[in-house]
């Protein structure tokens, strides 16, 4: 099926409002009482079909736990699932070849990955911890297997906007050495 740009575009802009809503809904908003009256709606770069990329599953099978630092400068233990191998712009537009790991948390197997990371927008236009991708799957991740990463979806976790969550930063394997501007912007 060919890929629909319209479509997608109106699906990303309903996407950001349905977030925005969960801001501004105290049961599921990270912002307090006073951060919730004055929102006025996250921050992104402009949908950008470039940044909507496949990438390409390489099972990582060597059963190694990665300690993620937090934001509260404790840790979390993750579990190795996947390299996924893309190509995405760079600065000037050419494509280049990157990697990113997806992890998933130590004993859970819930059929995601999750793809935390850096790149060169990180701290100045983005989350100086870095910014997070899910991923979803059914059945059994294979080696070869594709997954649309669409880098417009990247958001800043929870601890962006309040310290009463403890947030996993992306190890380094993690940091891009290309800016991403698609996804959530941040301002301090």
């Not at 993620?68 to 233990?77: I, V």
């Not at 991740?141 to 880098?151: I, Q, S, V």
């Amino acid at each position: 099926m060919a890929f629909d740009v319209d479509e997608w575009r109106e699906e990303l802009e309903s996407y950001r409002e349905r977030k925005d809503e969960q801001f501004e809904t105290p049961h599921s908003s990270p912002l307090g009482p006073d951060g919730r009256r004055e929102f006025d709606g996250l921050d992104y770069f402009e949908p950008d079909p470039d940044y909507r990329v496949e990438a390409t599953v390489e099972l990582d099978e060597s059963d190694e736990t990665v300690t993620m630092a937090t934001s509260t400068d404790g840790e979390q233990l993750y579990e190795r699932v996947a390299r996924l191998h893309f190509e995405i712009p760079d600065q000037r537009g050419e494509p280049t070849e990157q990697t990113l790991v997806g992890y998933r948390r130590v004993d859970q197997d819930d059929g995601s990955l999750f793809v935390p990371f850096r790149d060169k927008t990180t701290g100045q236009q983005t989350y100086p911890g870095g910014r997070y991708i899910e991923l979803h799957y059914q059945g059994t991740l294979e080696d070869g297997f594709t997954f649309t990463l669409d880098f417009n979806l990247a958001y800043n976790p929870f601890c962006a906007f309040t310290e009463a969550y403890e947030c996993p930063l992306p190890p380094q394997e993690n940091w891009l050495e290309i800016a991403i501007p698609a996804g959530e912007r941040y301002e301090a």
